[in-house]
């Protein structure tokens, strides 16, 4: 009787953890919802009240440190992502190509795929992992030391000083950190095409801008700016709502970090659905 006792009690305990479990995920979950969505409301209040704090705020995305040499900026970080990716982009597509015979196509698969997927993707990344995580590390080292309690007292609304006005700067720094990114990924896979493997630059430039449209450019950028906002707020969510110290700020940075690449993935995939449909074409090309 006593047995059957202890394990009922143990069954009961067990239940009652998944259940605490389960919904301190869900409770967590909506705040994370709410600050998302009270950051992007708060776009025009930002715009009119921290306009200063915005633009310091693009100084210090774009290079890093006010100096880009020194303090080894974003800009340095998307350039040589983009050129080592493109570089590989470059080779593993004329190696595709050549066993079917049709390396004079390596100029449409560079436009297409640097365009459409390579170029707004990196620079995602290179934002989370050098951007993101700095303002995870910022924010939370303030909700630590209690300086976001003292912006609550001084009646400054915190998510709009904190959240919206980096979200901004992030989505506005991103264009031509973008297209300087774009812009090495277009040399580093023509470079690999034409001068080490010695394809035909005519015949490469043609394919190239066959199948490189404006619309593909617009797309490709609105791709880039939209990750700058996801990224900024998912990373500035977790530094907001960290806990525990300074190993909790950490934890929060890396767990900030996942979060973020996993949701560039998911949204690289819906947003290239979305803008170039479920069967994409290709301008110039009849396909």
């Known amino acids: 009787m006593v047995a059957t006792h202890d394990t009922t009690y143990r069954i009961r305990q067990s239940a009652s953890r998944r259940i605490e479990g389960a919904t301190s995920t869900v409770v967590r979950l909506g705040e994370y919802v709410t600050f998302i969505t009270r950051a992007i409301l708060a776009i025009p209040y930002t715009l009119v009240h921290y306009r200063r704090h915005v633009l310091n705020q693009i100084s210090e995305v774009t290079f890093g ?30 190696r595709g190509l050549q066993l079917v015979g049709m390396t004079s196509l390596s100029g449409m698969l560079s436009a297409v795929a640097n365009t459409r997927e390579l170029a707004p993707v990196v620079v995602a990344i290179a934002l989370a992992a050098k951007v993101g ?42 264009l031509p950190i973008y297209m300087i990114g774009l812009l090495s990924s277009y040399i580093a896979t023509r470079l690999v095409v034409v001068w080490y493997n010695g394809e035909s630059s005519g015949t490469y430039d043609y394919f190239f801008h066959l199948a490189l449209s404006p619309s593909d450019l617009v797309y490709s950028a609105t791709k880039a700016v939209f990750f700058a906002g996801i990224v900024t707020l998912v990373h500035c969510s977790y530094g907001y709502f960290a806990s525990g110290g300074p190993e909790g700020v950490g ?36 396909i």
């Not at 003292?150 to 009646?155: F, G, R, T, Y």
């Not at 998911?266 to 090309?285: A, K, Y």
């Open 65 to 94: 440190s006010k100096s880009l040499l020194s303090g080894g900026g974003t800009l340095g970080i998307v350039l040589a992502m983009s050129l080592a990716a493109a570089m590989m982009l470059g080779v593993e597509t004329y």
């Open 133 to 174: 995580t700095g303002f995870t590390a910022q924010i939370g080292a303030m909700r630590i030391s209690d300086e976001i309690a003292a912006l609550d007292v001084m009646a400054i609304r915190s998510i709009p000083f904190l959240a919206t006005t980096r979200m901004i700067a992030a989505m506005v720094c991103v």
């Open 251 to 286: 934890q929060a940075a890396g767990r900030a970090l996942r979060t973020s690449i996993l949701a560039i993935g998911i949204f690289d995939v819906i947003l290239t659905f979305g803008l170039w449909g479920l069967v994409p074409e290709i301008p110039g090309m009849g």
